[in-house]
């Protein structure tokens, strides 16, 4: 069973940088986020922000929605990003399992920078476990700067620029 009693809402900021991270049927809210942003005919909103997808499976053959997202990049490719972290098929360049927060590493400095946006809105869903690895990869980056990255978490929380539905 999953999380329930939360909602896990799109910013209004058309123009807010969306990272989202996934592990598996944890794309179910990010799919309604990318389908809002680039399938919809909405004449009161239009999405020109930057979204950021992490998606983690252990196997290519369960990447849900692949050619959807593929298609989204095709027409937005100023607006999307799409990162696959495939556990069981990829390694990162010490020889480590591809898993979203070993993805996100290869990115450490632009996501730093990122995160520390007032637009930037940081949503997770899917798998407990991957928590840990994002704290320890954010902890060490904000900590070249002499911040603290649980202390900054908790007001990106308080400012509902941090969500996350972990089970």
Known sequence: SGPVGSAMLMPEDPNATIIMLATGTGIAPFRSFLR?????????????GTMWLFLGVPTSDTLLYQEELETMKHFHPD?????????????DKDGNKMY????????????????????????MCGLKGMEGGIDDIMGELFAKDGKDWVTYRKQMKKDKRWEVETY
Do not use: H, W
């Not at 979203?100 to 949503?123: D, P, S, W």
């Open 36 to 48: 809002r942003a680039f399938m919809e005919n909405n004449p009161d909103y239009k999405f020109t």
């Open 79 to 91: 607006n999307l990003r799409l990162d696959y972290c495939i556990s069981r098929e990829q390694k």
């Open 100 to 123: 979203i927060q070993t993805r996100m590493a290869e990115y450490a400095e632009e996501l730093y920078g990122l995160f520390q946006k007032e637009n930037t809105y940081v949503y």
